[in-house]
């Protein structure tokens, strides 16, 4: 009778162990299938805002084999404590060579123009592309800085923004075999 009893209660035991494993693998296929619904949403999102983020590119110049395009975008760094708006500057080398492209740029800030007659060293620059290849900032790329224009802090009130800027004396020069 003992015997009996006892392979009772563990058969018991049994079931109610297993229907509590069922119960918490029940939980876990939803919960599972929960964060693949979320991560796959969250794929879309993010995609779908970097794809629309690509494509707000307006040009301001085409010549020389050159391109030279630029969007406006806010530059949200919470670690750094950054919320500002940028000029985000894009070049193309549309010939097949490699080559050098010198420029300069001039910002308005309110009524107040720096580099507006030129020779500010910091607002010249050299970039270097290869044939067919861009060159674009982004946020937080401290690769491209130069390829930035500060427009404005977004979490602070009453401070100089950008109301204009113009990229000017592009020279473009093929870069020789020994460079």
């Not at 020779?119 to 674009?136: D, H, R, V, W, Y």
Request: glycine share 4%.
């Amino acid at each position: 009778m003992h015997i009996v009893y006892m392979k009772c209660v563990c058969l018991t035991l049994k079931i109610v162990f297993l229907d509590s494993n069922l119960k918490i693998l029940s939980k876990m296929k939803k919960l599972r299938t929960h964060f693949s619904f979320s991560l796959l949403v969250s794929i879309l999102f993010l995609s779908s805002f970097s794809f629309s983020q690509e494509n707000n590119w307006k040009q301001l110049y085409d010549d020389q084999g050159i391109k030279v395009e630029y969007q406006k975008l806010a530059c949200d760094q919470p670690k750094q404590g950054i919320n500002m708006e940028e000029v985000y500057l894009k070049f193309t080398n549309t010939t097949e060579k490699n080559i050098f492209v010198d420029w300069q740029y001039d910002v308005t800030y309110g009524d107040k123009c720096y580099n507006c007659e030129g020779g500010l060293a910091e607002m010249s620059q050299t970039l270097k592309l290869a044939p067919n290849a861009s060159i674009e900032a982004t946020c937080g790329d401290d690769n491209y800085y130069r390829l930035r224009i500060f427009s404005k802090f977004l979490n602070i009130e009453n401070v100089s923004e950008l109301t204009n800027f113009h990229v000017k004396n592009i020279v473009v020069r093929e870069i020789k075999d020994e460079e």
